[in-house]
């Protein structure tokens, strides 16, 4: 009797870690962005579904594994040309017209999308390696009998996890990382220094497209590839960010798994589990209105 | 002061709504002029009026809500469970559309709006987002899920079957009567309030005005015109669709409104037009890309053009030499409040080296 209750447990932990990681990924890129930039990025959404789009055709046409690195690469020079093209110059205007600016980009991409693609679902094939099960019983000794797994959901939390390591280590240990961390506390200051800090913001708004990018390319089996996913993940992502704290990385790394854990709690409960997202952001932001880690001052 | 505000007079007021009037009330006839159609003046009035109430809004307040299909969904919902289940008369229908729209509004406002900037986009559009999903999963047994709601019984008012042109005076008698009201708030005490919550709200809180009340004002007026606009949005079509909840009816009023220039009442209304028109009748002519092309014009709006449609009538004008280019929503843009502000400190400092 208990021992179900183990099994249920993990696949349903683990569950919530999958769909945590998802948000995470493009989660860590929003806050990134914003956190040093202090732009919103509408078009978030936009680039994952940029990214799932030619993970698709990149994996049919040269393999899984080119995908995975060409992917990746092209949308840091997508966003790394967003940023030097228009974003740059919009620095100096108001938030609502950063807000309208790149909610326009993720409009345009998705209708574009739309259009030469048409608005269903394409597939995208899982690699051979990819597919199948994992029978959890035999790594993890304390479950009861037969508990099984998607192999790409463990892929996808794995692949998580190894980005947010990256990204750690890039930003503690790093000298460029020092920086970039300074920038999120005071860009104004880190001027006055002399640090060049616009070359380096290119690079960081190119670090959250390729976030994005890795998102798309292992997510998208998961989320599908259809024009209004992009959207439809946008949203609970803003969520993610703003529960965290706005600009705060380990917020948004522990409310996309809150947010993961809760919406993998409830899957018995459809009619809860659709607003569950939603109700925690208004618990949060009752009890602490500037998110988990949001520091007062800080963009408001 | 608002450096092109005129001086208010009550001729040039009347004169003003007598002219709206008489565009409003002949659409129908200069629709079908330029390739429009009939049916299309009402729904054009509809949106109009949700995007004048938006105005008041993001106009005066420069809070950008992308959550306002909550109102206007909400809204249709309401009136179309009444008309379906109490009563096929508008009256009832349309007072308890509003009624409910105001609770909503004093609940999501008290939630969202002690956050400004994005903090406020975001949350208004995580909770029409959540107003969404409810209305597919929780309240579909009320509101039929995905399939919408469709009603059988032909709305009524004062004994006038609601369809084809009395739904077009309704509308059009809201409209009128909406930009009146709308214009009257933005001259009055409070609208200047509004406009100065855009510019300094710190400054505004220190000399003692209760900013929040102001700004809730806003937000409950603007959200009272959405529910005005979902509710005849079902009375011309007796059909609620899941769409008026989606996040896309909130972009497209955005879209709309900043297209049409926001903070000039007008604009709004002049977006909302151009958009039914695309979606209408340019359709017709490039076929389904019209979203793509309409996506194309509003970023190019954004970066370029950023006081929209409005704007560009005045830098028409101002190439003529009789008006200065200006935006309006926005207070440090060139040739705007600040600009005029510093001009007459230059000025003051000239008097006073002179003197």
Known sequence: MSGNLVNALTLQVLTGMQLGAVYALIALGLTLIFGTLGVVNFAHGALYLIAAYLAVFISTELGFFAAVFIVPALLFMVG???????????????HTDQILVTFGLALVTEEGLKWAFGSNNIPFPLPQWGTGIVKLQEYLPFLDGFVAFP???????????????????????????LVIRAGMRDSGMLRFLGVNISQRFAVVFGM???????AGVFGGPITQVSPD??????????????????GSLGGALLSSLILGMALSFTAEYSAVQQIIVYLVAVIVLLVRPRGLFGKQGVFE | MMPSTRTFTFGREVMLMVVFGALVLGMPQWLTWIGGYEALATK?????LFALGFDILLGFTAYLSFGHAAFFGTSAYVTGLMLKHVSASVIPAMLAAVTVNLALALLLGALILRRSGIYFSILSLAFAEMLHAAGLSIFAKWTGGDNGLTMDTKPVLLGIPMEGRPVFFLCAVFVILGFAVARQIKRSPMGLMLQAIKENPTRLEYSGVNVMAYKFAAYVISAVYAGVAGSLMVIYEPYVATKFLH???????????????????????LGAGFMLYFENVVQSVIGEQWKLVLGLIFVCIVIFLPGGFMDLWRRLRALLGRAKSRRDNVPDAPGSIQEAREANY????NMEEAS
């Open chain 2, 247 to 269: 996040w896309s009816t909130s972009g497209e009023l955005v879209v709309m409104s900043v297209i049409g220039g926001v903070n000039t009442l007008l604009g709004p209304m």
């Open chain 1, 208 to 214: 959250g497209a390729l976030i994005a990018g890795v």
């Open chain 2, 44 to 48: 054009v009035l509809i949106w109009a």
């Open chain 2, 346 to 349: 230059a000025a003051l400092a």
């Open chain 1, 229 to 246: 996913v992009g959207m439809h993940l946008l949203v609970p992502s803003f969520l993610v960010v703003v529960i965290g704290g706005m």
């Open chain 1, 80 to 94: 790394w040309g967003l940023e030097r093209g228009l974003i740059k110059s919009f620095y100096s205007r108001p």
């Open chain 1, 151 to 177: 192999k790409w959901r463990l892929v996808m939390i794995l692949v998580a996890l190894t980005v947010i390591s990256l990204l750690f280590v890039l930003l503690k240990f790093t000298r460029f990382g």
